[in-house]
């Protein structure tokens, strides 16, 4: 006999899954529904109303239009008679070529008026009932970072960015990403607004976009999972942590770094009822995700860091390699951060080499523990030079039951890699690329040299990870933003509506700029993915959400790509002027180009979203 918990969890989940599909289906509803009332409205004959493109797989006809369910649930269609110019023409004025510019243009445009009136709707709802946002609130500063240099506090909480107020985190996050200088933050500090000028953003190699170093709110108290080690331990949900293993936490982030690195049972001293307790717990282990080699580029050079960081005002340079640390040799820059933690809270020494010649930089103090040392290292682009080299250094072998599989082959520390499975690497992109070449229960060959050294071969049988778990979490801090009667939340619906739209011109302008990546799209697992998670959190979320993503719609559906209506709509205003439409070969050519792109674009936007499920 089934669980009954297992099944009532599996009903759950189904019934997310459902509502998700039921409001994202609404929104391409909605989108192709204005399309269909305009042109029955100006007498244009529809052949098809389908939600969803490719097979049919449901259907049925009333009056002279079919309506359809289609196989791919990735949008929908409006048929309309005489729509392109490979259908056949008449002089039949049901069609649609045979309509006036002004009458097409309505049609055309009529879907992203829907998702409009659609997405402010949604919008006014929700701050009619009031939707749970995270604040934009401080949650801690990153050392070294341009915030901690301006004086930014935990718990500050930011009212502007020069001069624009900010909702929620994900309004600071943006106005800071578009910037284009240092910007001025209004904060309010203990029931006071103190102004702080001329923050520098820097660019985050993880994210690829502009930051400041503040970090994400999450509740003070932990949650613990029941019947997890913590609980087994006498944690309880509410508690404050004050220290793990030894190290001061001050937020969730610092918190599960220190659970990563410290050594088993780990000691959590915790705030309690106003006092504090000191308990040891003993992480649950398991082995977990896709079997690895155990290997990681050797990174010793310092790229990606602000000037105006900690490592600017001690003088250190773009390219700068980490030799030593209080005198100990650096192998690279994860070893060097080990070793400055080790030292921590003394005052840290680093020795570079610069251009050929080794140079000794000025002391770090005033960094307290091996977790803020952490952080401050986190300010190197490592990804920016790590395409550079075939150099490895070793994953620490408590992330596998048996070790690091590449140091039992015998594999050393600093070896340069030449051949993967006989095939030769130059780049750390060709030495993954021909791991992964490899069958997973095959053994990988590793050929390399140390030094100057002859070339030798290992053969490398890859391990999964140990995944620790003491069942301990954070929630996102959260606040509920309501306004007071209809009107305040139709003012706030439109502001709203028209942040959103300007946020998504930002972000493609900044990605045609280079100052946001790419990578920062998502495709349709991205978008099933935050709508399931938004659906699960509540019902006014959800509605929040999909009024995000109907503003979005309606974006990207005016942007002058053929295929799209925005796409559609410059070709009328070409007929407009040339006073004829474009001739069928170039208007077959532009088609087919928008129709290229738009498939390469989902094959990028879906590669991104596989490769962060993965990473």
């Not at 994900?170 to 990403?177: F, K, R």
């Not at 002058?560 to 439409?581: M, N, Q, S, T, Y």
Request: hydrophobic share 45%.
């Amino acid at each position: 006999m089934p669980d009954p918990f297992v099944m009532l969890a599996f009903l759950d989940n189904v019934a997310h899954i459902l509502v998700v599909a039921l409001g994202i289906g609404f929104l391409i509803f909605v989108h192709e529904l204005g399309h269909f009332a305009v042109a029955k409205w100006n007498k244009v004959r529809v052949e098809a109303f389908s939600l969803g493109f490719g097979p049919v797989i449901w259907g049925f006809w009333k009056g002279e239009t079919h309506y359809r369910l289609s196989l791919v649930p990735l949008g929908g269609y409006v048929k309309m008679a005489g729509e392109t110019a490979a259908d056949e023409h008449t002089n039949d004025p049901a069609e649609f070529l045979n309509k006036s510019i002004p009458v097409r243009a309505a049609v055309l445009v009529a879907g992203v008026v829907m998702n409009t009136v659609i997405g402010i709707a949604l919008f006014v709802f929700a701050f009619n009932i009031g939707v749970p946002l995270i604040p934009p609130v401080a949650g801690g500063v990153r050392p070294g970072s341009p915030a901690a240099a301006a004086g930014i506090q935990a718990e500050d909480r930011i009212l502007t960015v020069d001069g624009a107020p900010v909702l929620d985190f994900h309004d600071l996050v943006q106005e800071i990403a578009y910037a284009d200088g240092p910007v001025d933050l209004l904060v309010e500090r203990d029931g006071e607004e103190v102004l702080i000028e001329g923050v520098q953003p820097v660019r985050d190699p993880t994210l690829k976009i502009q930051r400041v170093g503040i970090k994400h709110p999450y509740s003070k108290g932990i949650h613990v999972d029941a019947g997890s080690a913590a609980e087994e331990a006498g944690l309880q949900t509410g508690d404050v942590l004050v220290r793990v293993g030894g190290i001061p936490v001050g937020d969730a982030m610092a918190a599960f770094r220190a659970m990563s690195i410290a050594a088993s049972p780990v000691e959590f001293v915790l705030w309690r009822d106003g006092s504090e307790l000191t308990l040891d717990v003993t992480p649950t282990s398991e082995s977990a995700g896709t079997p690895i080699a155990g290997v990681q580029p050797m990174v010793d050079r310092a790229y990606g860091f602000a000037p105006g960081s900690r490592w600017g005002e001690i003088g250190l340079k773009e390219g700068d390699r980490f030799v030593s640390v209080n005198g100990t040799p650096a192998r690279s820059i994860p070893h060097a951060r080990s070793l400055a933690g080790t030292a921590a809270p003394a005052p840290v020494v680093f020795v570079v080499e610069r251009e050929g010649e080794t140079v000794t930089l000025p002391a770090i103090d005033g960094v307290e523990t091996a977790v803020a040392w952490v952080e401050l290292f986190d300010a190197f682009a490592e990804d920016q030079v790590s395409l550079k080299t075939t150099k490895v250094t070793l994953v620490d072998d408590r992330r596998f039951e048996d070790g690091n599989p590449a140091r039992t082959a015998g594999l050393p520390e600093g070896a340069e890699l030449v051949k993967i499975a006989g095939k030769p690497v130059k780049q750390w992109s060709e030495v993954q690329s021909a791991i992964h070449g490899v069958a997973g229960d095959e053994p990988v060959e590793f050929t390399f040299r140390l030094g100057e050294g002859e070339e030798q071969t290992v053969s490398v049988l890859r391990r999964r990870q140990v995944q620790r778990n003491f069942g301990v979490a954070y929630a996102e801090r959260t606040e509920i933003i309501r306004r007071e009667g209809l009107g305040a939340a139709v003012g706030a619906g439109l502001r709203r509506s028209v942040e959103t739209g300007l946020g998504i011109l930002r972000m493609l302008g900044g990605i045609v700029t280079g100052k946001v990546s790419a990578k920062a799209l998502g495709g349709p697992i991205a978008i099933s993915t935050i709508s399931y998670r938004s659906a699960k959190k509540d019902i006014i979320h959800f509605l929040y959400f999909l009024g995000i993503l109907s503003i979005n719609l309606a974006i990207l559906n005016i942007l002058p790509i053929p295929v799209l209506d925005g796409g559609h709509l410059l070709f009328l205003v070409i007929e407009a002027i040339r006073r004829k439409p474009l001739p069928d070969r170039a208007m077959a050519m532009f088609q087919w180009a928008g129709f290229l792109f738009l498939i390469l674009l989902m094959v990028f936007v879906v590669f991104n979203d596989i490769e962060r499920m993965l990473g």
